[in-house]
């Protein structure tokens, strides 16, 4: 069966910092893949996927994702974090039209 | 704005009783997924209607059930409620527009059981 695992249950991270939020996936193919984030009191919003081709993804809010096979990693990135950045990231593997399998998340704490 | 709805936002019942949470998905969506976050078990998928089928079931109790209505609504009925039920519950849905693979979210339903 596939599983998520991010590795960090909290990081801080200062205003104008680089963030990467790390996230090693569980599946015998290429599965979909996926990161969402969920500010306090809030749904999931997508941030961005993966599911073929370029390794890079672009997503929202100037985050990107890089996508490899050898290490079954899905890293998260943001060049320069903003104060309203801090909130709950999931990764979430999905391997057809069904169910989606999320990691425990990361908190994003943003220091002044 | 996903796009997906969900009702009511809020709900506080006590042990024992019975609650539906509704769900309205993206315009053009046929599937529907239902998820529970909890503290202690993270995000967990429960279960997924496909055009008013059931396509998928995930660690579903036997107390919850669903299903997806015509106009492809879903509700999620919740009975025999128990202490460890209080949860968010979530609502997604996903179609051809985004990828069949891509599911979109609602804002949840925030169920306390007092």
């Known amino acids: 069966a596939q599983s998520v695992t991010q590795p960090d249950i909290h990081i801080t991270v200062s205003e104008g910092a680089s963030l990467e939020l790390r996230c090693n996936y569980s599946?015998?193919?290429?599965?979909?893949l996926f990161w969402y984030v969920q500010s306090p009191g809030q749904g999931l919003q997508l941030l961005l996927k993966?599911?073929?081709?370029?390794?890079l993804v672009q997503g929202i809010k100037g985050f990107e994702a890089e996508f490899k096979r050898s290490q079954s990693s899905f890293n998260l990135r943001k060049p320069s974090v903003h104060w309203s950045d801090a909130a709950e990231y999931f990764c979430?593997?999905?391997?057809?039209?069904?169910?989606?399998?999320f990691g425990t998340g990361t908190r994003l704490l943003v220091s002044p | 704005d996903s796009g997906v709805t969900q009702t009511p936002k809020h709900l506080i019942t006590a042990t024992g009783q019975r609650v539906t949470l509704r769900c309205s998905p993206r315009?053009?969506?046929?599937?529907v997924y239902w998820y529970q976050q909890s503290l202690d078990q993270g995000l967990q998928f429960l279960i997924q209607?496909?055009?008013?089928?059931?396509?998928a079931k995930g660690n579903i109790l036997e107390r919850f059930s669903a299903q997806q209505f015509p106009d492809l609504h879903s509700e999620l009925n919740l009975s025999s409620l128990e202490l460890g039920d209080s949860a968010l519950y979530f609502c997604?849905?996903?179609?051809?527009?985004?990828?069949?693979?891509?599911?979109?979210f609602g804002p949840g339903t925030r169920l306390l059981v007092l």
């Open positions: 315009s053009g969506d046929l599937s």
């Open positions: 209607y496909y055009n008013g089928e059931e396509r």
């Open positions: 997604a849905s996903s179609g051809l527009a985004g990828g069949p693979e891509t599911q979109y």
């Open positions: 979430a593997v999905n391997t057809g039209f069904q169910k989606l399998v």
């Open positions: 599946y015998g193919a290429t599965p979909y």
């Open positions: 993966y599911f073929s081709g370029d390794t």
